[in-house]
Nanobody, 125 residues
């Protein structure tokens, strides 16, 4: 089993920044990638960013590219999401997810077997 614990969410004004963290514990040796998804009220969960654990290759959705940065600390089994230039439409619950196998498309939620509980990000206008 893998446990994922997100932190760092909160309330911020538009234009501000937040950094989310996701600490993985348990059977993390089978980690191929870690990703971030978000879900706003009344909307479907959507892909935000992902990073391949071994290579460090990163992937972003078009809506956050250039504003968000995903990174990892392998020693701490932690992935980060630095969010800059936040907009009210970034308001959502952000979820961390772990992929145990290689998938060419990390933007699909079914590539991930383990999910965190989520952390709320609210951006005020």
């Amino acid at each position: 089993q893998v446990q994922l614990v997100e932190s760092g969410g909160g309330l911020v004004q538009a234009g501000g920044s937040l950094r989310l963290s996701c600490a993985a514990s348990g059977r993390t040796f089978s980690t191929y990638a870690l990703g971030w998804f978000r879900q706003a009220p009344g909307k479907e969960r959507e892909f935000v960013a992902a990073i391949r654990w071994g290579t460090g290759n990163t992937y972003y959705s078009g809506s956050v590219r250039g504003r968000y940065t995903i990174s990892r600390d392998s020693a701490k089994n932690t992935v980060y999401l630095q969010m800059n230039s936040l907009k009210p439409e970034d308001t959502a619950v952000y979820y961390c997810a772990l992929s145990r196998y290689y998938y060419s498309d990390l933007g699909r939620s079914n590539a991930y077997a383990d999910w965190g509980q989520g952390t709320q990000v609210t951006v005020s206008s």
